[in-house]
Nanobody
Framework: QVHLLESGGGLVQAGGSLRLSCAAA????????MAWFRQAPGLEREFVSG????????SYADSVKGRFAISRDHGKNTVYLQMNSLKPEDTAVYYC?????????????????WGQGTQVTVSS
């Protein structure tokens, strides 16, 4: 069992930065692939970024490449999403997810555990 708790969301102006954190509780966190998804009102949940269990492979949606960076700290059982050069279209609820297979694919149904989400709002 893995429990996930996101934090770090908020209101920021376009061009600004935020860092999201996802704290995981569970003895097997280090073996899970982790990802961030987001969902804007009226839209489907979409993949933002993922990182494999060891942290040596990251993936990003085209819309955030070069602006967002995912990382993980096994000692702190935490995954981070550094978001720079934010745009109004980045506004959404951001969710952290864990995948027991250790990889981090971009399909929501492949994930075993989800956090409750944190709101990110980017004003123009």
């Amino acid at each position: 069992q893995v429990h996930l708790l996101e934090s770090g969301g908020g209101l920021v102006q376009a061009g600004g930065s935020l860092r999201l954190s996802c704290a995981a509780a569970g003895r097997t966190f280090s073996s899970y692939g982790m990802a961030w998804f987001r969902q804007a009102p009226g839209l489907e949940r979409e993949f933002v970024s993922g990182i494999n269990w060891s942290g040596d492979r990251q993936s990003y949606a085209d819309s955030v490449k070069g602006r967002f960076a995912i990382s993980r700290d096994h000692g702190k059982n935490t995954v981070y999403l550094q978001m720079n050069s934010l745009k109004p279209e980045d506004t959404a609820v951001y969710y952290c997810a864990a995948q027991a297979s250790g990889v981090a694919v971009g399909i929501p149904s492949e994930y075993d555990y989800w956090g409750q989400g944190t709101q990110v709002t980017v004003s123009s």
